[in-house]
């Protein structure tokens, strides 16, 4: 009996101790180590014992400012370069671009009037050219007036007459309205005292900033145009008061330069 009891209280002292180490206390330490092994100071060691990367970047050190010249020294250089240029002969062009090249110093040479060294067969050629539209000009005298018309056999408009005047004689087109050919740009503006035989006479009938009538000077004051339905072709004066108030400009469509 005694041994039975001894037994049994040997079980319960067993399953007492087995109980007591599964109880929470050891989670708590558990989570207790856990905490202290989280602390700062152990982080700060834990840092210390880690290899301290070195950067291999190299920085880049500040380049010196480049010594610039002053801005005075800048214009000297410059302006010396454009005396350069302007002593150096001028470039020599080929093929289309030496035509574009005779075209705009012909239209910026000033005035058209300007004495040129011609050959005598392109003279005579000039001059032959300037008999031809002024007898095709004179040869219209008497006929009507007709809106739109650019034909001997029907008349002429003020342009029409102008047109067919100088149409196949230069190199070219010729517009075909009055305030369209106050606007050419292959003709020269000429002033008044610069007139010849030959220049187109603008003039403004209608108040408007634009040509809308046009004559062909014939020299000593004259002009021939084709006035206005109703009236034919003829010769009027530069000097009538009508034509002084009207008048707004010239320009030169044949030269020896632009004829064919």
């Not at 500040?62 to 350069?84: G, W």
């Not at 040869?139 to 408009?157: A, E, H, I, M, R």
Request: net charge positive; charged share 30%.
């Amino acid at each position: 009996m005694r041994l039975l009891i001894t037994l049994l209280m040997l079980a319960f002292a067993q399953l007492f101790m087995s109980v007591a180490h599964a109880s929470p206390h050891a989670a708590v330490k558990a989570d207790h180590h856990k905490a202290d092994s989280a602390t700062p100071a152990r982080e700060d060691d834990r840092r210390k014992r880690r290899p301290v990367k070195t950067s291999t970047r190299k920085v880049k050190e500040a380049s010196p400012a480049k010594n610039r010249p002053p801005l005075a020294k800048k214009f000297k250089l410059r302006k010396k370069a454009q005396t350069v240029a302007a002593t150096l002969p001028p470039k020599k062009r080929y093929g289309r671009h030496r035509l574009r090249n005779q075209e705009a110093e012909a239209l910026t040479s000033g005035s058209a009037s300007a004495p040129l060294k011609l050959s005598k067969a392109h003279r005579a050629r000039y001059q032959k050219a300037r008999e031809t539209a002024m007898s095709k000009l004179m040869n219209q005298l008497g006929k009507p007036y007709l809106w739109g018309g650019t034909s001997p056999k029907t008349g002429f408009d003020c342009s029409g007459l102008v047109w067919y005047a100088y149409k196949d004689l230069v190199k070219f087109k010729i517009p075909r309205t009055a305030n369209e050919m106050y606007h050419l740009r292959d003709a020269a503006s000429i002033k008044r005292n610069e007139l010849e035989k030959g220049d187109l006479v603008f003039f403004s009938i209608n108040g408007r900033a634009s040509a809308d009538h046009v004559g062909v000077y014939l020299g000593n004051g004259k002009f021939i145009q084709s006035p206005r339905t109703g009236k034919d072709i003829q010769v009027s004066m530069l000097s009538e008061d009508y034509w002084e108030q009207h008048y707004v400009g010239a320009r030169r469509v044949m030269t020896p330069k632009t004829i064919r």
